[in-house]
C-alpha cells in the first residue's frame, strides 16, 4: 500500500527536512505533489530519484490526495486544511493553529499514537521544544509520576527558519572580518549573543512560545494539572535545541532507575557519562531521530525531583520527523486509508 502525498511548504527548511525522511524512512510513496507559494510554483524538487514539479497551494491541490503535510505557516494550514479535509486529504499540521482545538489531536506518536484513532481530519504536531523536552520527561513520568516542572531552553536559529540561519552565518563571517552586519530577522544581533524571547510577549510577561510547553504538555501527556514553567531563549547555534529541566514527580526518585528509563524509551538516548564528559550537545544531535537526555541528576530544590539536559534536532523530532512518525502511526492503525 502506498499513498499520494502533499507537502505544503516544501520548499522552506520543514518541508526540505520531509523529504530527505520520507526517503529515508522509506514511507510508501505513490505520488508526491510539493505545495508552496505562487512564486514556487513551477520551480522543481527531488524525491525518490525524479524531479517533481512544485504546485501552488490552492483548495484544489489537494484533490484526489491521501494526506498533507502542513509546514507553511499557521495562517495557511487555517486557510487551506478545512479545504484539504473536504476533499478527503488527512492533514498533519505543523503550525499552532489547531494544537490546542479539543477535536484535534496533538500527538507525539511514542507518548499518544492512541489518540490518532479519533482524528476528524487533522492531527497537529507539537510545538519543537515540547516535543524534544516530553522524550526527557515521558519516561520519567511513567517511572515517577510528573507533578511540575521549570524548563530553560537553548533554541537554534533553524527553529526560525532558513532566513534566520542565513543571518546567524552572515553576522558570523561578518564579524571575523571585523565588521557588522544588520539584525533583520531577530530585534537584535543573534551572533555571540542570547536573546530571552521566543514568539511575541503575552500580557503575563511571558512569551507565547513559553506557554505552549504548558498547555502542549498537559495535553499531550493527559495531565490537566501538570504546572509548568519555562524561559525561552534564542541561542547563536545553528541546528538542534537543546533544554534544562528541573522536575518534580509523584514518588521517591532514583538515578539509576530514570537512566534505565531514559535508554529504554523508544524516543531518546541515554548519554550521560559526566565522568568522561560525554552529555547531549547540538553538535552531535542535529540530523538523529532521537533526542539526546543526560546530566540526569537529584534535583536540590524538589524533594523527589531530577534535573536533567535534553538536546534534540527540532526540524526533525521537533517538526519533520514527528510528522512522518504520525503518518506511519496513521498507517499502522489503519487509519489512512488509500484512495
Known amino acids: 500500500m502506498s499513498y499520494r502525498i502533499g507537502i505544503v511548504g516544501v520548499t522552506g527548511a520543514v518541508g526540505q527536512e520531509l523529504l530527505a525522511l520520507l526517503a529515508r524512512r522509506k514511507f510508501p510513496v505513490a505520488e508526491l ?21 512544485v504546485r501552488e497551494a490552492t483548495p484544489d491541490a489537494f484533490e484526489g490526495l491521501d494526506f498533507a503535510v502542513f509546514s507553511a505557516g499557521g495562517s495557511i494550514s487555517l486557510a ?26 496533538l500527538v507525539v506518536p511514542e507518548i499518544n499514537a492512541a489518540a490518532l484513532d479519533d482524528h476528524k481530519g487533522v492531527i497537529a504536531n507539537p510545538n519543537c521544544s515540547t516535543a524534544i523536552a516530553l522524550m526527557g520527561l515521558w519516561p520519567l513520568h ?20 532558513a532566513e534566520a540561519m542565513r543571518e546567524l552565518d552572515a553576522q558570523a563571517r561578518a564579524w571575523a572580518r571585523g565588521e557588522s552586519h544588520p539584525a533583520k530577522v531577530y530585534p537584535h544581533t543573534i551572533n555571540f549573543n542570547l536573546i530571552p524571547q521566543v514568539d511575541a510577549f ?9 506557554m505552549k510547553m504548558l498547555n502542549e504538555g498537559r495535553k499531550i501527556m493527559g495531565l490537566p494539572s501538570l504546572r509548568v514553567t519555562t524561559t525561552c531563549v534564542r541561542v547563536p547555534v545553528f541546528r538542534a535545541h537543546s533544554i534544562a529541566i528541573s522536575a518534580e514527580f509523584e514518588r521517591s526518585v532514583d538515578v539509576d532507575v530514570a537512566r534505565r528509563a531514559v535508554a529504554a524509551f523508544e524516543g531518546s538516548e541515554l548519554c550521560d557519562e559526566p565522568a568522561a564528559r560525554r552529555y547531549p ?25 531530577l534535573s536533567l539536559w535534553v538536546s534534540g534536532d527540532q526540524l526533525w523530532k521537533g ?5 512522518v512518525q504520525i503518518a506511519e502511526a496513521l498507517h499502522a492503525r489503519g487509519r489512512l486509508a488509500r484512495r
Open 202 to 210: 503575552l500580557d503575563d510577561g511571558y512569551t507565547k512560545e513559553e
Open 281 to 305: 550537545m547540538p553538535l552531535d544531535y542535529a540530523g538523529k531521530e532521537k533526542c539526546g537526555v543526560g546530566r540526569i541528576r537529584k534535583d536540590t530544590l524538589f524533594d523527589n525531583g
Open 142 to 161: 511513567q517511572a515517577f509520576g510528573l507533578r511540575r516542572f521549570f524548563a530553560s531552553t537553548y533554541q537554534a536559529v533553524s527553529g526560525t527558519g
Open 80 to 105: 487551506l486544511a478545512p479545504e484539504a479535509v473536504k476533499r478527503g486529504c488527512v492533514v498533519i499540521d505543523n503550525s499552532s493553529a489547531f494544537r490546542m482545538r479539543d477535536d484535534v489531536p
Open 33 to 53: 505533489r510539493p505545495l508552496a507559494s505562487a512564486r514556487s510554483a513551477g520551480t522543481k524538487v527531488s524525491f525518490a530519484g525524479k524531479e517533481w514539479t
Open 319 to 323: 517538526a519533520a520527523l514527528n510528522a
